[in-house]
Structures are given as structure tokens and as C-alpha cells.
């Protein structure tokens, strides 16, 4: 981001190498930190440029460097490492006027391109592969950014804060599909059977999450696509909890685009200004079993 008061930590991901510039106003109060209280990743490799009369101070680290660590998603590599600020014990050990801080910065380098080549001769696979591949859907669920524009980097999130997922389907290859949730439990393990459980999409997609008092969660209309669909959800935690760590698993399914929905095939949110169910789409009676807990 661009150096700014409000910014003051700006990286840039080269291609074998990452590069940060720290300005040294790190917390916005107009008071510096000193340079030498920097340093970059479990390493602590200290600054490549500093001075004092300079107001910014710059690490250049290769991204392997540093303690840096490497996550593989099936789209990204991810480089991860942390800028520390680990201010020295002052004359006068009474007081503090400055906090330790470490601020997370990650390095996303795409793992697919397109290319060109030239002709390629095709090998014909066994019917019954290409058959049993055609058979399956890819469906996707991600967390998005607020304007739900992209892919939201980070998994984290502090109470207070929306999540915005979306689910998907691959449909290219198929006739006009329409996606609907019919299920989402947040556990505290990656086994969707374990308890606690909390359930805030049940009954064939009823967004129940949406009648708490607290919560503000709902389907969003219109769709962007008929085999994509977008819900936002209250951020929460379990009670009692101090991991402070959820998984979310989803049911996905879907139905042929221009089939009507009803009350197996369906998004209805909570209108706390109504007091009523609302679907996505179809009729408002698709809905009426969210309230009977039955669908």
C-alpha cells in the first residue's frame, strides 16, 4: 500500500525476493520508533537501510530468507513471515510508553498461467473414465472480501465483523444449474459430526442464524448467478472457547436452473422487519416449513 501514516507498513513481492518499507511513525501518533527496534521474521534479520534522520526504514529479505514460511493452496504459493517491533526496556522500568507490535505480511504468487504451444495431439482416454469425471461437480465454498469482489486473504476475523461466503459450482459442462445450501455447521474440529456444534443454515436452507437477536445474517439478492450463491453470517466464537478457531462445513447441492424452488430446493432468510421468511427466489410459502423446524 502507498506510504501513509494510516499504511505504514508497505511490501512489495518480487520475484525472488520480498521488499518492506517500514515508516518508522509506525503507530500514527507522530512519535518514531527506533530503527534498530525492527526486525523481520523468526530470524529477526535486521533492516537492509536505515539511518536516524530518516523516517522510513526498508528490509529486503529472498523468500526463503528470515524464517519466511511457505504455504501451497492448490491457486497460490503463500509466503508468510512478520514484522517485529520489540521496543527495548526504557531508563526508567516503572513505565512503557510503547507496546510491542508484529504485524503479519504474506506474499501471494499464483501457481496457474495461461500459455500458448503449438499443436498437441491429442490420447483418447477409456470411455468409462471420461464418464466418471463428467459425473462429478466441482463445487467450491469461499470466503469473500466485503464487496465480495475477490477471494478474502485472510481467515481471520474479530467479533463484530461479517463473514461473506460464497458457494459455487462448475456447471460449464452441464445444463443451466441453480445452487442452493442446504446445510452449514461451525465445529470446533474439522469433523462436521463433533460437538459442539453450531448449525446456522438447517431445514433445506433456512439461514436460521438470521432470528437471533445479535445477528443480522441473510441470503443475498439477487443472485450474481444461478450457480452461485452468497450469504453473509455475523462473525461469532464458541462460549467458553479459547482457541478462538471454527470450522465451517456446507451441504451444496443442485438443481436444473429452470426447475421452480420449493421447499427441498431453497434460500430463505429471517426479514426482522416483517417477521417473515424471505426465499431468494420462488414463492414466499417455500419457506413456511423454516418456522414449523421440518422441511
Known amino acids: 500500500q502507498a506510504m501513509a501514516p494510516l499504511h505504514p507498513v508497505a511490501v512489495q513481492?518480487?520475484?525472488?525476493?520480498?521488499?518492506?518499507?517500514?515508516?518508522r511513525d509506525l503507530f500514527g501518533t507522530g512519535r518514531l520508533v527506533r530503527a534498530a527496534d525492527l526486525s523481520l521474521g523468526?530470524?529477526?534479520?535486521?533492516?537492509?537501510?536505515?539511518?536516524?534522520?530518516?523516517?522510513?526504514?526498508?528490509?529486503?529479505?529472498?523468500?526463503?530468507?528470515?524464517?519466511?514460511?511457505?504455504?501451497?493452496?492448490?491457486?497460490?504459493?503463500?509466503?508468510?513471515t512478520t514484522l517485529n517491533y520489540s521496543p527495548v526496556p526504557p531508563s526508567n522500568p516503572l513505565i512503557v510508553r510503547t507496546s510491542p507490535a508484529v504485524v503479519p505480511i504474506e506474499c501471494h504468487y499464483p501457481r496457474r498461467d495461461n500459455v500458448s504451444s503449438d499443436g498437441v495431439k491429442p490420447t483418447w482416454a477409456p470411455f468409462r473414465y471420461t464418464l466418471s469425471s463428467e459425473e462429478k461437480l466441482p463445487f467450491s465454498l469461499r470466503l469473500m472480501t466485503d464487496d465480495w469482489s475477490a477471494e478474502r486473504a485472510s481467515t481471520v476475523f474479530q467479533l463484530g465483523e461479517v463473514l461473506h461466503f460464497q458457494a459455487g459450482v462448475d456447471a460449464e459442462n452441464h445444463v443451466p444449474l441453480r445452487l442452493f445450501v442446504d446445510s452449514c455447521v461451525a465445529t470446533l474440529t474439522p469433523d462436521r459430526t463433533s460437538a459442539p456444534q453450531y448449525a446456522f443454515i438447517e431445514f433445506s436452507g433456512c439461514l436460521v442464524d438470521g432470528q437471533l437477536d445479535d445477528a443480522t445474517s441473510t441470503f443475498i439478492s439477487p443472485r450474481p448467478r444461478?450457480?452461485?450463491?452468497?450469504?453473509a453470517v455475523d462473525a461469532f466464537k464458541f462460549a467458553g472457547d479459547s482457541s478462538n478457531l471454527i470450522y465451517v462445513t456446507c451441504h451444496l447441492k443442485v438443481?436444473?436452473?429452470?426447475?421452480?424452488?420449493?421447499?427441498?430446493?431453497?434460500?430463505?432468510?429471517?426479514?426482522?422487519?416483517?417477521?417473515?421468511?424471505?426465499?431468494?427466489?420462488g414463492t414466499q410459502d417455500i419457506c413456511s416449513c423454516c418456522d414449523m423446524r421440518s422441511c
Not at 520475484?15 to 518499507?21: D, I, P
Open 226 to 231: 444461478q450457480d452461485v450463491l452468497q450469504f
Open 42 to 80: 523468526s530470524a529477526s534479520c535486521l533492516p537492509l537501510l536505515w539511518s536516524t534522520p530518516e523516517t522510513t526504514v526498508t528490509f529486503v529479505a529472498g523468500l526463503h530468507e528470515c524464517g519466511t514460511t511457505l504455504r501451497v493452496t492448490p491457486d497460490s504459493l503463500i509466503y508468510t
Open 13 to 23: 513481492c518480487q520475484e525472488a525476493q520480498l521488499v518492506v518499507t517500514v515508516h
Open 255 to 281: 438443481s436444473p436452473a429452470d426447475q421452480a424452488p420449493g421447499p427441498l430446493n431453497k434460500a430463505c432468510s429471517f426479514s426482522k422487519a416483517s417477521n417473515l421468511w424471505v426465499p431468494v427466489e
